[in-house]
């Protein structure tokens, strides 16, 4: 027959065994949830069942034996001494993943609830793939989720390597530094007169309430490059070349990763903080640091610097143009392809602005590399430099312009020839030379520039053209235009010519003599001066009917 | 272009990649083959890359491998081979190996040799003891072993024990932590300089100081009243770190920011410990531009921290208050600064915990030493100027007119020290420790009186002024952990 302890030991054995399964299943249910956490949406049906799967066991757990507790092992996981699960040594697994990071344990309490469980397994999961990054690991994870109904305990090196607890004093040379600054600020205070404290003084008012409040928050959203301050100023103070080189180093990674955020705020004061810095070492005269610093600002133009623009550009806000451009003022003409790239990009009006204000002094500087690539470039980004060359001063921008004028996309030559006539109107020589271009819209932009009012060089060109190079066989509608352009910019002294036009007597009249006499009405129409006039009332009068009537097809 | 910092080749990672493949050549090439003497070159070449301060440690711990000390970070592609170079390890019973400087001298067939017994130790019962006594037979000086470690066998004291009082498992980790603070303080000061080392280990620490924190900042308070001469270095750092974390908690920070707040607390004056040579070591050559080369330290621990591995958050929240932590609220001090334009949050909290520790040092002679209220007071006649009023107040208010630590004449005639203040309104009426001779010349604890609760029957006892402790040769800190005196050694 059982005696009372023998029934009472195998009872708690069987408790025992029941925690054990228990225990197991949970283990088991959080390992298919993490499982599934990773494999569909955190909002997915079947994680979400899941998760409250596993909360229902684990509550259930814990309201009948208390808190949980899972040892963890390199290769498996135990509970109450016991393995509730043996698993491969290797990446991904949920004993590796805590044993790697120092976990000793991992204790869930009653009141765990879904939230938790799942900011768990997220955890796991996030820090389960073997990283050489210094950037996190999962207790300092599990610690800044601050879980109220989870506890853990970490083991770290320097415990199992410190057995005892005896601590090396620090030596006479590691105390020196500090006896003597310590002691030399001792005295200054020492020197001071200390004054009562009253302890009412000490209560803060409500306004220091909510200055101590606003500190608080400056301080958790100020800015990821707001340190630098410290940096530049150290440059100021210790300018030693291998704190330039690293103080660079740094900055640049800065720079990088203020592109990637889209903060032009912080790019720019990064660039302000070490133009200043190079100014002041130039000032002094401190050659490396000088030289280090320039280097920066060149690489600032190369492609590995400025490309990281690209990946950006479109979300760039308008509220932040202004400190791109006086970024995009730190560029050198080696800028220009990448610019040239983020023109192509940009997709509204001030963007395109932004970047030709920014192309067009370079280019100034150093045509080379955008007359480089024009000669590749395509015709929407042609159509898009023409405006860089419009811009630009100078007679090679006017030969790349007139250049293109042979360019063999028809609108790259339009945009060109408008690009000509606003940029410099004192080439009208030059300009004229594509009157007789194979293109009508050519022809047509340059006999509509020479009759944009009245010019004595345009018109003396013209009188030229019309009387010199004209041949029968022209265009009857271009001779039209001709004239017409002429009557725009000319004066009296076109009058013999088109009086001779409309008077001159052949033998054998052909079509493009009435085209001429018909052109020549239209020009002393639009000359419209006295002597004008009075051809026209002359060749009412006419008495040759070739005149008669081409008067009456004009004033029909 | 400067050199980028790079921490993304893993020398240690090279290292062990290196011992494998040498280990598993040997096993298949004659020693004179062309492929050992490649292994035996480049296994040479890693080793010497990493021998620094004399020995090159190979350790592992809790299935990773810890290179100087500092924990193994390694690329995917290295996986399987540290994964099996972990096995062989542990199939010889072996907790690691240590390379001393005699290393270089080492003739290459020794080095070939002690492969072959690394690989052939595993066929004998006791591996790593028939490996210890075959170094010891061929005279291998270069060399030495170290044991697989039992990792069960951690001090415990960190567990929950039913005979331990809340009160005395609180102060039992509080002076764990402090331990564990000094011995990160003095291993990032050897990482830092030797332009090396990650935050790991300083992250861990700060974690458990914030917990701490909120569960009992008294006691740590009382930590950091712990003053000595000759660790000065280190401790300095460590009490600096715990009045600012309380300090930055009575303000009411995030733990995240406070954990951030502790770490660059710790690494505040990482520039001061080895000083160049220059510095001259008599106080009275600071005169003649000593100073100034003190001064640089703030600089010199800049740039120890950016050489260092820290996550770029951290270090943006750590490096202006390293910075900072000897500038004055109104911007005199040091260093000069163009750029920054007002004191961060970190660097005032620091410039305020820095200041108190200083004058209240023991490192510091006779003349420049204050009594913990003295210190205060002589704070408080510069707020405003040296430092923010408000956190000054807030400071003032957690320490208390005699801050935790000090040791106070009561107008009973007796001598107590100062232990916490129970009431939070109430903070020149502490509770206080009594301390009674202990007929050996020195003092010990006497019975624990709380001045504000006090019979109104029998006469109140107040604080008549407050005592140097170099007067009574005591330690508070050794004091208030009484109960754990057996585990610490100072």
Redesign the interface.
């Known amino acids: 027959m059982m005696s009372d302890e023998s029934r009472s030991e195998s009872s708690n054995l069987a408790s025992s065994e029941k925690k054990l399964e228990e225990a197991k299943k949970i283990l088991a249910s959080l390992i298919l949830t993490r499982k599934h956490f990773s494999l569909y949406p955190e909002e997915h049906t079947i994680c979400m069942n899941a998760l409250d799967n596993l909360q229902r066991m684990t509550g259930m757990y814990l309201g009948r034996h208390g808190n949980l507790r899972f040892e963890i092992e390199k290769d498996r996981i135990l509970s109450l001494g016991e393995v509730l699960i043996s698993e491969p040594l290797q990446e991904g697994t949920l004993s590796f993943t805590l044993f790697r990071d120092g976990i000793r344990w991992l204790e869930f309490s009653e009141g765990i609830d879904t939230a938790e469980l799942k900011t768990i397994i997220s955890i796991i999961n996030r820090y389960s793939i073997l990283t050489d990054k210094s950037d996190s690991d999962i207790v300092t994870a599990f610690w800044e989720s601050r879980l109220a109904h989870m506890k853990y305990e970490v083991a770290d090196f320097s415990w199992a390597d410190s057995q005892d607890t005896v601590v090396d004093p620090a030596s006479d040379s590691e105390n020196s530094g500090y006896r003597l600054l310590h002691n030399h600020m001792s005295h200054e205070w020492v020197s001071r007169a200390g004054i009562p404290i009253d302890q009412t003084a000490l209560e803060l008012t409500s306004d220091e309430i909510l200055t101590v409040q606003s500190m608080i928050r400056h301080e958790e959203e100020s800015s990821p490059t707001a340190y630098l301050d410290a940096l530049f100023d150290s440059l100021l103070q210790y300018r030693e070349q291998e704190n330039f080189k690293l103080v660079i180093t740094v900055a640049e990674e800065e720079y990088r990763s203020s592109i990637s955020r889209k903060d032009m705020a912080g790019v720019l004061n990064i660039l302000k903080g070490l133009q200043h810095v190079l100014g002041v070492c130039k000032a002094d005269g401190i050659p490396k640091a000088v030289q280090d610093l320039e280097e920066f600002f060149f690489s600032l133009s190369r492609p590995q610097l400025l490309s990281l623009f690209k990946d950006v550009w479109h979300e760039i806000h308008p509220g932040t143009y202004e400190d791109v451009r006086r970024i995009f003022a730190f560029l050198r003409p080696e800028a220009i392809p990448v610019l040239c790239d983020l023109l192509q990009l940009s997709q509204s009006p001030q963007k395109q602005q932004l970047v030709l204000d920014a192309v067009i002094p370079l280019a100034s500087q150093d045509m080379r590399s955008l007359e480089a690539l024009l000669k590749k470039a395509d015709e929407k980004l042609v159509h898009r430099l023409v405006q860089v060359f419009v811009a630009m001063k100078g007679d090679q921008p006017f030969k790349v312009l007139m250049s293109l004028m042979h360019h063999p996309t028809e609108r790259v030559r339009e945009e060109a020839l408008k690009g000509i006539f606003q940029s410099d109107s004192s080439h009208i020589q030059d300009i004229f030379t594509l009157i007789d271009d194979k293109d009508k819209s050519v022809r047509r932009l340059v006999l509509k520039h020479m009759g944009q009012s009245r010019n004595q060089a345009a018109e003396k060109l013209l009188l030229n053209y019309l009387e010199h190079k004209m041949t029968k066989n022209t265009d009857s509608e271009h001779v039209i235009a001709c004239f017409t352009a002429l009557g725009q910019c000319g004066s009296i002294r076109s009058i013999p010519f088109l009086r001779r036009t409309m008077f001159e007597k052949v033998w054998l009249p052909t079509s493009s003599d009435a085209t001429q006499k018909k052109g020549a009405i239209i020009a002393l129409d639009k000359i419209g001066t006295k002597e004008a006039r009075q051809v026209l009332d002359d060749a009412k009068r006419s008495l040759y009917p070739a005149v008669r009537q081409a008067m009456r097809k004009i004033y029909r | 272009?400067?050199?980028?910092?790079s921490?993304?080749e893993?020398s240690g990672g090279r290292l062990i990649k290196s011992l494998y493949h040498f280990t598993t050549m040997i096993r298949i090439h004659q020693d004179n083959n062309r492929s050992i003497k490649d292994c035996l070159a480049d296994f040479n070449s890693q080793v010497s890359g990493l021998l620094t301060e004399g020995e090159l440690s190979i350790?592992i711990?809790?299935?990773?491998f810890?290179i100087q000390?500092e924990?193994l970070?390694?690329?995917?592609e290295y996986?399987t081979i540290i994964?099996e170079m972990l096995e062989y390890f542990s199939a010889r019973g072996l907790g690691g190996i240590c390379f001393l400087s005699t290393f270089n001298k080492t003739l290459p067939e020794q080095i070939v040799m002690f492969m072959h017994l690394l690989n052939d130790s595993a066929k004998h019962e006791d591996p790593a003891g028939w490996l210890d006594s075959e170094l010891e037979k061929n005279n291998y000086s270069w060399v030495e072993l170290y044991r697989k470690?039992d990792?069960s066998l951690?001090?415990q004291d960190?567990?929950q024990s039913s005979e331990q009082s809340p009160d005395m498992l609180s102060k039992k980790k509080a002076r764990?932590i402090y331990?564990?603070a000094?011995?990160?303080v003095?291993?990032a000061?050897e990482k830092a300089s030797r332009e090396a080392g990650?935050?790991?280990?300083a992250?861990?620490l700060a974690?458990t100081m914030v917990d701490m924190v909120y569960e009992d900042s008294a006691v740590l308070l009382q930590m950091a009243s712990f003053k000595?001469?000759?660790?000065?270095?280190?401790m300095?750092c460590v009490n600096v770190a715990l009045l600012a974390v309380c300090l930055g908690k009575h303000?009411?920070?995030?733990?995240?920011?406070l954990?951030s707040l502790a770490i660059c607390s710790l690494f505040h004056?990482l520039g001061?410990?080895?000083?160049p040579d220059e510095?001259?070591?008599k106080?009275g050559d600071?005169n003649h531009g000593?100073?100034g080369i003190?001064?640089?330290?703030?600089?010199v621990g800049?740039?120890k921290t950016?050489?260092m591995?820290?996550?770029?958050?951290l270090?943006?929240?750590i490096?202006?208050g390293?910075?900072?932590h000897h500038l004055n609220l109104d911007l005199s001090g040091f260093?000069?600064?163009?750029?920054?334009?007002r004191l961060?949050?970190?660097g005032k909290i620091i410039h305020i915990s820095d200041?108190y520790e200083?004058?209240t040092?023991e490192?510091?002679?006779e003349?420049?030493?204050?009594t913990p209220d003295?210190?205060?007071?002589?704070m408080?006649?510069?707020k405003g100027k040296a430092f923010d009023t408000?956190l000054l107040?807030?400071f003032?208010?957690m320490m208390g007119?005699y801050p935790i630590g000090s040791v106070v004449e009561l107008d009973s005639g007796e001598i107590g020290l100062v232990m916490e203040y129970s009431d939070k309104t109430l903070?020149?009426l502490p509770k206080v420790m009594l301390l009674v001779d202990d007929g050996k010349g020195g003092m010990m604890r006497g019975e624990i009186i709380n001045l504000v609760d006090q019979d109104m029957d029998i006469s109140r006892r107040t604080i008549l002024r407050s005592i140097p402790y170099s007067r009574l040769e005591i330690q508070p800190a050794q004091l208030f952990n009484e109960e754990a005196k057996a585990?610490?050694?100072?």
């Open positions: 272009m400067p050199e980028q910092i921490h993304d893993p350790q711990w809790r299935g990773r810890h000390g924990k970070v390694y690329r995917r996986y994964n470690q990792e951690i001090p960190l567990e764990n331990l564990h000094l011995d990160t003095r291993d000061t990650g935050v790991r280990k992250r861990r974690q000595s001469s000759g660790d000065y270095a280190y300095h303000l009411g920070l995030s733990r995240i920011l954990e004056d001061l410990v080895d000083p510095v001259p070591l106080h600071l000593g100073l003190l001064q640089r330290h703030i600089l800049l740039r950016l050489q591995d820290i996550p770029h958050d270090r943006a929240r490096i202006p390293i910075f900072e260093p000069k600064t163009h750029f920054v334009k961060s949050l970190f200041v200083t004058l040092s490192l510091v002679d003349i420049g030493r204050l003295e210190a205060l007071r002589r408080w006649g510069e408000i107040k807030i003032l208010t007119i903070k020149d585990y610490m050694v100072f």
